[in-house]
């Protein structure tokens, strides 16, 4: 087990690129220690913006540093969309599909759910229009919070790191 | 090369020959009538492996000074096992391309699989783990596939007549002819309980192949594996017709070559279900697996030889350890083992395995500044103080070498050169300074946590299987085994604890004493009903289990016409799995007799049933009221050969003889250096008693006496390990 794998080998993990034997073993091993950081580093040279990514937070999504203790949730286009502790979806664009014929338009004949038991709602980047997440759920029922980060703790207790802030990022 | 003893000028008349033609290396292992043995090793080559066959061959007698023509007309037994056709499964690459026709809506069973293929043979954390589960690779592209309409129901009803779609085979066929394929196997859903459609397509296959003028063979999985469960089914016949048939080519050549140096024996191989088989035998899957079930057919033959009949059976090697359990002289059959990720359906001697040996890796886990061990091996490359190796990361080896416990200059003989000082400084730096400790102190750290796990997992076969260590003897072998059978057996409660003189070449030894044998399962669906008189029952099941036996009977006798063996030589063996009616899991029986068409004889069986259940789980689990389910009978043909002989020698005082003592140097034990005396393991005398610490120093192993533990020779050179009340 390397303690650190080469840039070029984290940079395939993050776009899936690599063969299933290296990615078992990399799964398999203790885990590199630097990763965290290794993974944060790879992400934050692909976006055009300045901002320090914290952490990553879904596909397309990350919670940067605006100040020392503010943090925001924001996409790899530059849409900001909210507190790192409140729901993005609440700021998307959000198309429900809750029809017959609008499920007909993603799915084959008599594959998809019932219109009166579930619906589909998707949530688009106000910025760049990318899909950037799909729920499943019963009409009326609530939009859902995945993820509320704990930045304090994790940097604090778990990697033992201070928090990147605006400043530690050009300095 | 490494023999059990150094007077070359003895003359060795050479009985037993086994053979293991691994991916790099080809390894030979004689034993002449004494049971002295030899072993020798050469690069294996695999477009001909019958060249690497004796260059290995001529290794091993060289230390005999013999050469293969004064050796092998000597023969008597000569087993081969080799690694090419395992290969070309796990690569899933073959020199033959192999087509399927398969029930129509069945194409992707074997893209499907089962949800346990996708885990099995992973270490247990990886089968733990979701994200690390993966389906594995089919063996046959989806595009050489074909389905056929037909269906067979589970009682064998047709439901969908064959002769509607006989057009789906020719199209089929031609197809599959088109894409070049030289094997098609055939499987469709319950061939086991009807084959008719199966047969139909083979005629009607090799109408279209004779048309074509194509040399492609046909292979039908009802006549192969005639067994419950379609993905197994179809696995094993796809594997035989893949991996097995393109080595039955270089099993021949090996075979000639054996002649053609004055060899008047027969070639034979270990196969999975616990005996030998030809080189010409139909089904050459099962030869697939042939390793660790060696130590299980020597430890039988051991067994009935000197009177134990309840033995569990401990081996190990470079990179697992594996147990099994042998009761009344016999294992138990494991009806749907895995290998290459793949699930077959082949009897298999059953040995549990874990992935921690000799070689395993040792390593500090960060997140918990834990000693963790494998589930990756140095396997036979030993350790980082083997120097001519690369491996890099500490191995239990390494441990022993720094505790003393092994002497760096008799390694394997001292065939490979150990340093102590590269041994310590890699403990060091990769294990004792990171959890801030010492050398030595992390080093028996790291042996005591295998122990204890070997301990775990060892009480967990034998008491999870419902038995009791103390009605059997624990025998150890395999090349790391005496270095921890104490460790691993302590507090276990073992009647008695065995270390042959020749653990080394334990399974070697087992593959010489393993006997012809071939075996056949049919899966069955036979009711026996509650309310039935024993006459109507006979008259009804018992003729047709009889039956099925004796079709059987007849697949086992063609199997031994072709190595020219009568029926008078054979000892036939009746078997059934059954179960009372309605439940899932059957157990497995032998038969007191071998038809059951009389009531008499049908009780019998019954009875024997009932004591056989009554014993794995309890009087008042039995239920009779509900009628009995078999569902499968097997028959067993078994031929004797001879075998190597268990040393007897007459018994000489307590006292070892002096030169068997070699020296004593300082080993750690327990946090002390104790000066420790060392013995070589081959000179002591049978009746001699050591008191720990010792170490019996042997050619290919090392056996450890840690202070408290007493051991003593018998006259068959097997040790007792005890310890000091």
Known sequence: MPESYPREIIEDLVDDNLEWSELHNMMSDFKDADRFKKVRDVLQDRVDWDDPIVIPYADHLYVVAKSEDRWVIKCDCGHEFCEHDENWKHDALINVRDTEQEYLEIYPEDMHPHPDYMELREYFCPGCKTLLEVTNVMPGYPIIHEFEPDIETFYGDWIDEPIPTPDTQSA | ?725
């Not at chain 2, 996708?118 to 993966?134: A, W």
Request: hydrophobic share 35%; aromatic share 8%; glycine share 10%.
């Open chain 2, 1 to 725: 090369m490494a023999s059990s003893e150094d007077n070359p000028s003895e003359h060795h008349n050479a009985e037993t020959l086994s053979i293991d033609a691994g991916g790099t290396l080809t390894d030979t292992f004689l034993m002449d009538s004494n049971g002295e043995f030899t072993v020798g090793k050469a690069k294996t080559t695999p477009d001909d492996e019958s060249r690497g066959f004796i260059k290995s061959s001529r290794d091993a007698l060289d230390s005999w000074d013999l050469d293969v023509d004064d050796a092998f007309p000597n023969l008597v037994s000569t087993v081969y096992s080799g690694t090419a056709m395992l290969n070309r499964l796990v690569e899933r690459e073959s020199e033959v391309d192999v087509g399927v026709l398969t029930t129509g809506g069945m194409e992707d069973t074997l893209r499907m699989g089962r949800g346990r293929q996708s885990y099995t043979g992973f270490s247990y954390s990886d089968r733990l783990h979701v994200n690390t589960h993966k389906h594995p690779e089919p063996l046959i592209p989806r595009n050489r596939i074909r389905g056929v309409r037909e269906r067979i129901d589970v009682k064998g009803n047709e439901l969908i007549p064959l002769e509607e779609y006989e057009d789906d085979i020719r199209e089929g066929v031609n197809d599959l002819l088109d894409q070049g394929v030289d094997e098609i196997a055939v499987m469709f859903l319950h061939s086991y309980q009807e084959d008719r459609h199966e047969q139909r397509t083979k005629e009607v296959a090799e109408e279209v192949i004779e048309e074509r003028d194509a040399d492609t063979t046909v292979m039908l999985s009802s006549e192969y594996y005639p067994t419950l469960k379609e993905l197994p089914r179809l696995n094993t016949l796809v594997a035989e017709a893949f991996a097995a048939e393109p080595s039955r080519q270089q099993l021949t050549r090996v075979q000639e070559s054996v002649d053609d140096h004055g060899g008047e024996v027969g070639v034979r191989v270990m196969a999975s279900h616990g005996g030998t088989i030809d080189i010409y035998a139909n089904e050459l899957a099962r030869t697939l697996i042939s390793g660790p079930i060696g130590g299980m057919i020597g430890a039988n033959y051991f067994g009935k030889e000197l009177g134990y009949e309840n033995l569990v059976c401990t081996d190990i090697g470079g990179t697992s350890f594996d147990m099994g359990i042998i009761i009344d002289n016999d294992w138990k059959i494991d009806y749907s083992p895995e290998m290459a990720r793949l699930l077959l359906s082949l009897p298999m001697v059953n040995m549990d395995s874990v992935g921690s040996g000799t070689g395993s890796y040792v390593r500090v886990n960060p997140t918990f500044d834990k000693i963790e061990l494998g589930p990756e091996s140095a396997g036979d490359q030993v350790g980082v103080c083997a120097t001519e190796t690369d491996v890099e990361t500490v191995t239990v080896t390494d441990c022993h070498v720094a505790l003393g416990w092994i002497d760096p200059e008799n390694f394997l003989g001292g065939d490979m050169p150990i340093s102590r000082e590269v041994a310590e400084e890699a403990i060091k730096e990769q294990v004792a300074d990171k959890l801030d400790m010492g050398v030595y102190e992390a080093a028996e750290g790291v042996i005591k946590i295998l122990e204890n796990k070997l301990q775990n997992d060892l009480e967990a076969v034998v008491t999870g299987e419902g038995y009791a260590p103390s009605n059997f003897k624990c025998l150890s072998y395999g090349g790391g085994g005496p270095v921890h059978t104490a460790g691993y057996t302590e507090n276990l409660g073992f009647d008695e604890v065995l270390i042959p003189e020749w653990a080394a070449g334990f399974s070697a030894f087992g593959c010489g004493a393993a006997d012809y044998e071939y075996r056949y399962d049919q899966t069955t669906s036979i009711d026996i009903d509650a309310g039935l008189s024993m006459e109507e029952a006979a008259k009804t099941a018992g003729e047709e289990l009889t039956q099925v036996w004796k079709n059987l009977e007849g697949k086992v006798e063609d199997e031994f016409a072709k190595s020219d063996i009568g029926l008078d030589e054979v000892e036939f063996q009746y078997n059934i799995l059954g179960q009372y009616q309605g439940q899932l899991n059957s157990i497995d029986i032998r038969s007191p007799v071998d038809r059951v068409d009389t009531p008499e004889k049908l009780e019998e069986l019954i009875d024997t049933f009932e004591e056989g259940y009554r014993r794995q789980y309890s009087e008042e689990a039995r239920s009779p009221e509900l009628g009995h389910t078999i569902t499968q009978a097997s028959v067993r043909g078994v031929r004797d050969v001879v075998k190597p002989e268990i040393p007897t020698e007459g018994l000489q005082g307590s006292e070892p003889p002096e030169d068997a003592y070699k020296e004593s140097r300082e080993a750690y034990w327990d946090g002390v250096w104790i000066e420790t005396d060392v013995y070589d393991l081959h000179a002591l005398n049978p009746g001699n008693e050591l008191s720990g610490p010792a170490v019996l120093e042997g050619e290919a192993t090392t056996y450890i006496v840690p202070p408290d533990y007493e051991t003593s020779l018998d006259e068959h050179r097997v040790h007792h390990l005890t310890r000091e009340e």
